[in-house]
């Protein structure tokens, strides 16, 4: 009987300016890398006082294929902030097998959206993703 061992990496993402957009690799993944569970944890609430700070976290192919906007309260953090499976874009491969098979190298990005106005304050996120190698 064979088993398919999984790996656990964490990435924290805190963006580089609140106040811009900003797009950025979080995990490299190779052609054979299966990506199970995802889990984010706001850990730092994003602040302001215009349109809430969004995130999304996918990969070239899909932008949102692990976590859709509106997923994860981005305004709670520390001990009671929001912490979620991620499920991904509706109609998405991720959402409806909760993994995805990579055929080529690519990264795993978080999307960053900015709060728009008022005194604001950058945020933490925490993602754990579980992955394991195979070989189809």
Known sequence: ???????????????A??????????????????IGIIIARQIVAYNGSGTDAI???GDSGDIDRFMDAGEID?????????FVRCAGASGGGYVLYRNHLFTAED???????ANTAGTR?????????Y???VRP
């Not at 981005?74 to 929001?82: I, W």
């Not at 304050?121 to 993703?129: K, Q, Y």
């Open 1 to 15: 009987m064979s088993f398919l061992n999984w790996k656990k990496e964490t990435r924290i993402f805190e963006p």
């Open 17 to 34: 300016d609140y106040t811009a957009d900003e797009v950025r690799q979080l995990f490299n993944v190779a052609a054979g890398d299966l």
């Open 55 to 57: 995130l999304e976290f």
């Open 74 to 82: 981005e305004t709670t953090g520390g001990a009671t902030g929001s």
């Open 107 to 113: 990264t795993i990005d978080v999307i960053f959206t």
């Open 121 to 129: 304050n950058a945020g933490r996120t925490e993602f754990t993703l």
């Open 131 to 133: 992955k394991a190698r």
